[in-house]
Every structure is written in C-alpha cells, then in structure tokens.
C-alpha cells in the first residue's frame, strides 16, 4: 500500500514544477528567461528595447563602380520633339534648287551634254537640286529632316566646287587654269552659268545650313563616306581618258587631272593633295557645325524653349 500512496506523490511532484512556472510569471516553462512577449511569440529571447531609432534623413549609399548613373535613352530626339512647318526654309531650298537646275540647263544647251555631265561641278549640282528638293518638302510639311549624312555631303561638295574653282580653275596665276586667253570671250550665258554653280549655289548651301539648320548634325564619322564620291569620280575619270583616244577634246576635264600632261604620278600626287584638302574640310565644317549657336528655336506653350529637329 505504500507503493500504490507513494505514486500520486511522485506524479504531483513532477508537475508542481509546471504548476509553479504557470503561477509565476516571471518563469516560462519553455523559455526560462522570461515570460513571452505575446502568444504569437517564438521561445528564444525578447529584442524589446535592443533596435535603435531609424534616422529620419539617411544618406544617399554611394553607386556601384562600373555602373553608369543614367543609361542613354533609346528614344531618339525626333519621337519627342514634333517638327513644325518652316515655310521660309522651304521656300529658300526650293529657289537654290532651282538655280543649280538653271546652271546645268544653261551649260547644257550651250556645250555637249556628254561632257558637261562629266563635270564634278554639273554631277554635284545635280544631286544638290535632289536634296534640296526633298528637304524643302519635308520643311514645308512639317516632316523630319533628311539625314545629315545626305545634308552633309551635298554641303561639303557644293563648298568644293566653289574653292576649287575660284582658287585653282579661274584663276589665271595658278598651273591648273582653265582660263584661255587666246580663246573667245565667253558669252553673257556662259558667265552667269558659272557664276550660278561655283558662286550662287555654294553661297546658298552655306547659308541655308548656318541660318536654316541646327547645330549637332554632322558627325566626323561621316567625313570617310562623303569622300567615296571624289574618289570614284577620279577613277571614272582615269578610265574616261583610256577610252578615249590621245589628243580627244575634253579627254580629262580637269588640268589637274590630265595623265598627258602631268602622267599618272603626277595625277595621283594631285589627287592626294586634293583628298587630304577635302578631308580637312569635312573635319572642319563638322567642327563649326558643333561649335556655332542654334539659329533656329521653337518656344512651346509650356514655357519652356525647345530645339526642334530642322533641316
């Protein structure tokens, strides 16, 4: 009998433990530091009172080495900025582009138009009408410019035809003169044609892009590509001169490039001279195309002064 009374007073001696812990609250029997925060609490240790205030102003963490702040938009200027109509620059392309038209009819009427296609002046003029053309529509459409490649280019060739011909071709004192004294004069038609194509057009082609363009167009990337043209009219016009026979009028149309009279050393020494000249006028019109102000700006209705694409 006193195993069967001594096994209720060891079953009450180990739950008196649990009973002590419930009735003490500073005990738990599963967390012996401390009763729990709330019934939804862990049984590991309360963080009360050990986080500290988050600051109210916290600095900005510095950037990651290597990575750019802002990456360049996708989104090209043109699909932000709608172009507007531009009468005045329309109107100003349409009559250049009829003037160099008037040229080329004028040298075409009074010479043979086989070779006065041939010309690096009449070919140029020719893709310069085209040009100025387009633009002008698109100007007066109020539609996107034409690309600078194209703009740039026609620039760059009317500019040369200008300098090449009144520094080298009509000048007297120069060896590459086309100016012959024992010849006739030339007529009133003949002057007006030349002075329309190598003093007229150029000046206008100048003007339009310096008053009638914006800035930033041009690019020195684009300087190699405008200088193919120069290059395959020297080829075409040293296979001109094998087709024809020696002594031909008109065999080279250019003194400088006249193998008979200076060979194909001397040609092709002409011919570099002249490549590192153009090249060097490409840079340079891409320089001041980067360097001079916007003559051209449209204030929108916000306030705010914006840049439209022009050209």
Same mark, same amino acid.
């Given at each position: 009998?006193?195993?069967?009374?001594?096994?209720?007073?060891?079953?009450?001696?180990?739950?008196?433990?649990?009973?002590?812990?419930?009735?003490?609250?500073?005990?738990?029997?599963?967390?012996?530091?401390?009763?729990?925060?709330?019934?939804?609490?862990?049984?590991?240790?309360?963080?009360?009172?050990?986080?500290?205030?988050?600051?109210?102003?916290?600095?900005?963490?510095?950037?990651?080495?290597?990575?750019?702040?802002?990456?360049?938009?996708?989104?090209?200027?043109?699909?932000?900025?709608?172009?507007?109509?531009?009468?005045?620059?329309?109107?100003?392309?349409? @009559? !250049? %582009?009829?003037?160099? =038209?008037?040229?080329?009819?004028?040298?075409?009427? /009074?010479?043979? #138009? +086989?070779?006065? *296609?041939?010309?690096?002046?009449?070919?140029?003029?020719?893709?310069?009408?085209?040009?100025?053309?387009?633009?002008?529509?698109?100007?007066?459409?109020?539609?996107?410019?034409?690309?600078?490649?194209?703009?740039?280019?026609?620039?760059?060739?009317?500019?040369?035809?200008?300098?090449?011909?009144?520094?080298?071709?009509?000048?007297?004192?120069?060896?590459?003169?086309?100016?012959?004294?024992?010849?006739?004069?030339?007529?009133?038609?003949?002057?007006?044609?030349?002075?329309?194509?190598?003093?007229?057009?150029?000046?206008?082609?100048?003007?339009?892009?310096?008053? @009638? !363009? %914006?800035?930033?167009? =041009?690019?020195?990337?684009?300087?190699?590509?405008? /200088?193919?043209? #120069? +290059?395959?009219? *020297?080829?075409?016009?040293?296979?001109?001169?094998?087709?024809?026979?020696?002594?031909?009028?008109?065999?080279?149309?250019?003194?400088?490039?006249?193998?008979?009279?200076?060979?194909?050393?001397?040609?092709?020494?002409?011919?570099?001279?002249?490549?590192?000249?153009?090249?060097?006028?490409?840079?340079?019109?891409?320089?001041?195309?980067?360097?001079?102000?916007?003559?051209?700006?449209?204030?929108?209705?916000?306030?705010?002064?914006?840049?439209?694409?022009?050209?």
């Amino acid at each position: 009998m006193g195993r069967q009374g001594g096994a209720p007073i060891r079953a009450a001696a180990v739950r008196a433990p649990a009973v002590r812990a419930a009735a003490d609250p500073g005990t738990h029997p599963f967390n012996p530091l401390g009763p729990p925060e709330s019934p939804l609490s862990y049984p590991f240790p309360s963080v009360r009172g050990m986080t500290a205030p988050i600051p109210r102003d916290i600095p900005d963490l510095p950037a990651l080495p290597g990575m750019p702040a802002l990456l360049p938009s996708p989104v090209p200027a043109r699909a932000v900025v709608a172009p507007v109509r531009r009468p005045l620059a329309a109107v100003f392309r349409l @009559l !250049t %582009a009829l003037a160099a =038209l008037t040229g080329v009819a004028v040298h075409l009427v /009074l010479g043979s #138009p +086989l070779r006065v *296609l041939g010309y690096f002046t009449v070919q140029s003029s020719i893709l310069l009408a085209l040009i100025m053309l387009l633009s002008a529509r698109r100007a007066w459409t109020a539609r996107h410019p034409l690309r600078s490649a194209l703009t740039g280019a026609v620039l760059l060739y009317a500019v040369i035809s200008g300098l090449v011909y009144h520094l080298l071709l009509a000048d007297a004192a120069t060896p590459f003169t086309m100016i012959d004294t024992a010849a006739a004069t030339p007529t009133a038609w003949h002057t007006v044609a030349h002075h329309l194509l190598h003093t007229a057009v150029p000046a206008a082609v100048v003007a339009d892009w310096l008053f @009638l !363009t %914006a800035p930033g167009q =041009l690019h020195l990337r684009q300087a190699p590509g405008w /200088l193919l043209y #120069p +290059l395959i009219y *020297l080829l075409v016009s040293f296979a001109r001169g094998e087709l024809l026979l020696p002594g031909t009028p008109g065999r080279y149309l250019y003194p400088f490039l006249d193998v008979e009279a200076h060979g194909y050393k001397g040609v092709l020494g002409n011919a570099l001279l002249l490549g590192l000249s153009f090249y060097a006028l490409a840079v340079l019109l891409v320089a001041l195309d980067h360097a001079r102000p916007n003559p051209v700006r449209h204030r929108s209705k916000t306030g705010f002064r914006l840049q439209p694409p022009v050209g």
